[in-house]
């Protein structure tokens, strides 16, 4: 059986493929348009899909979209009228698009199908999952769990914010939900909002400049408390309420009431460009601080009222791996896991695998390990491919035809400073570059993080890096007790590791703390000492397995700096023509892609790195 999942129009469009339960393919439509997060309707993502497994539209059993349209437009309606006269601007904005466009978005669906190949239209079987369904269902119908509670957190979908589920064998069943317009995922991303910040898209900005705020000031526990007491009320059980007096998500065009915010912590709205300061770090720490509480609260009444020792977590809030990362040491649950493509792209794959299961009531078989094989699932490149790049663009490389050579010599280049894009094998699906889209560095070296932030991916100085380390030498690094596979849980660096923190620490500026010694792992330790933490297995990625293998018989270091393979407001690079053109607009010194290996300096007008460069919009 061939079921083809769908997201589109929303942010994030992508498209999965399952055939006879098992994931084959999926994939961001980001990733072939070059625009970052992008809502269009997936055209290539699905003709990857079906091109990859010699399939034609006409041979699915199944197209499924990710979310109930009507639902979303009843929503809608009903929010615009609680809070009319407010937003009518936004109102007259709005409903022309729903009419014109989504109300009758099995048309649009089809016709866009239509875009991709020719088919027949009446032999189509068009279906619709709910959303908080796709998001479950990506989660647990993937996981090594024969049952499993199952919760969701995200901004929204057709009403539910949040849902707490059980899945069992091949079905799922919901036991609660919060509504509209109670959400933690627009709590956040009014934060992200107002701390200047992209929606949808600067979250993880906001959950990285968290730990520079200051634990212990007096500023940053008012915070929490104006939070808590003012905005949102949290009961026992994790939902919570806000006061929507504070914003205008429901009905504007705009996250918050800027005047009330500006009045309540005394502070404007920061503006993409402006400093960051002290006050801002303080705020970013108090509502992730907030996120964390909720979370924990919303796991321990999902235990409360199934007592199962296994957790599935999807929905966009489930890539806050701090707030992962304080689960997993919480103990409330045996196990964990969590969808790496928790955000509305997962929703693609979701909405596939709830058909599978729940509409035509297939079995399913548990494995061992979760059925996302590593998350590669996307687009891999034939050395014909690689060379018709190498042609197109002259350019200059030497072939390892042995690969352990290869390692090896790129190992050598680490341990010297220089950084290198990796390019191998099949794309990653979800927003981590895994160790195939990937630019990789030396951890030990303090200038790494300043150095990839500002020359290669043209982004905030402050953002920290994750550590890619081997699944066998974790436990040498950091205090975890799980695997960590998708970057998904934030972890202490071991105390052994750290340096003391001056006694001035807490009285100096971000950038002051940014370069202060914290650890012999220095590029990957975060502020408060974390990192976060991708686990390397050979089973799931031998060739990334190998590279850091033979890194760490050169330096006795098991690890390394992985960062996704991109420039702010890219996404992550997706064919060799990508890779070649993003390492000569940046001051990467080293490319691999596959065999192939480049020398910056050794590439015709290497300097001219205006030629390669793409502008895009910043995230």
């Known amino acids: 059986m061939k079921i083809l999942g769908i997201s589109a129009f929303y942010h994030d469009a992508a498209a999965a493929l399952i055939i006879d339960g098992e994931v084959v393919s999926a994939v961001q439509e980001e990733r072939f348009t070059r625009e970052k997060h992008t809502p269009d309707f997936p055209i290539q993502s699905i003709k990857y899909c079906l091109n990859e497994n010699g399939l034609s539209i006409d041979e699915l059993d199944a197209v499924c979209f990710y979310d109930k349209p009507l639902l979303k437009f009843e929503r809608l309606l009903q929010t615009y009228y609680t809070f009319s006269p407010k937003g009518l601007f936004s109102f007259l904005k709005a409903i022309p698009v729903w009419i014109k466009d989504k109300i009758f978005l099995k048309k649009l669906i089809k016709d866009s199908l239509n875009k991709v190949e020719a088919y027949d239209k009446k032999k189509l079987k068009l279906l619709f999952s709910e959303h908080h369904l796709s998001h479950s269902a990506s989660a647990f119908f993937v996981s090594p769990f024969e049952e499993s509670v199952i919760l969701t957190i995200d901004g929204v979908g057709e009403w539910t914010t949040s849902s707490i589920g059980v899945g069992k064998g091949n079905d799922i069943i919901f036991l609660k939900e919060m509504e509209f317009p109670h959400s933690l995922g627009l709590l956040y991303s009014a934060f992200t909002y107002y701390l200047g910040f992209t929606v949808n898209s600067g979250e993880y900005k ?264 081997l699944f066998e030498e974790m436990s040498q690094y950091f205090d975890i007790s799980t695997s960590s596979p998708y970057m998904l849980f934030v972890a202490p660096v071991l105390e052994k590791r750290r340096v003391k923190k001056s006694e001035n620490y807490e009285k100096l500026s971000l950038w002051e703390k940014l370069y202060q010694i914290r650890s012999d792992i220095q590029a990957v330790t975060h502020l408060d000492y974390s990192a976060r933490i991708q686990s390397v297995h050979k089973e799931t990625n031998p060739k990334f397995w190998q590279l850091i293998h033979s890194y760490k018989k050169l330096t006795g270091m098991g690890l390394l700096v992985n960062t996704s393979f991109n420039v702010r407001g890219e996404p992550i690079v997706c064919s060799p023509d990508d890779a070649f053109r993003c390492f000569m607009s940046t001051d990467m010194d080293y490319l691999v892609i596959e065999n192939f290996v480049y020398y910056k300096k050794e590439q015709i007008e290497w300097e001219n790195k205006e030629k390669w460069s793409v502008k895009f919009k910043m995230d």
């Open 206 to 469: 906001l959950m990285g400049l968290a730990p520079y705020g200051n634990p212990n000031s007096v500023q940053t526990n008012e915070f929490i408390e104006k939070i808590k007491n003012e905005i949102v009320d949290i009961k026992q059980d994790g939902s919570i309420w806000l006061n929507q007096t504070y914003f205008k998500y429901a009905y504007g065009l705009k996250m918050c009431n800027e005047v009330k915010w500006s009045n309540l912590f005394q502070i404007k709205k920061r503006n993409a460009d402006d400093e960051i300061l002290p006050i801002h770090c303080n705020l970013a720490l108090a509502i992730q601080k907030v996120t964390e509480e909720i979370v924990l609260k919303m796991c321990i009444e999902a235990k409360k009222i199934t007592q199962m020792e296994n957790i599935c977590l999807a929905g966009g809030v489930a890539l806050n791996c701090v707030a992962n990362g304080v689960l997993l040491k919480s103990n409330i649950f045996k196990n964990i896991y969590i969808q790496p493509a928790s955000g509305d792209a997962g929703g693609a794959l979701g909405s596939a695998l709830s058909i599978y299961y729940m509409y035509f009531n297939q079995d399913r078989q548990v494995k061992n390990i979760d059925g996302m094989s590593g998350s590669y699932l996307g687009p891999d490149f034939s050395e014909k491919e690689i060379n018709l790049m190498n042609k197109k663009v002259k350019a200059q490389y030497t072939y390892f035809s042995e690969f352990t050579n290869l390692c090896e010599f790129i190992s050598e280049k680490l341990s010297e400073g220089n950084v290198v894009g990796w390019f191998q094998d099949k794309m990653e699906f979800g927003p981590r570059a895994l160790g195939n889209r990937s630019i990789l560095a030396d951890p030990r070296n303090p200038e790494m993080q300043k150095k990839i932030n500002l020359k290669i991916k043209y982004r905030e100085g402050f953002r920290p890096f994750a550590p890619a380390v």
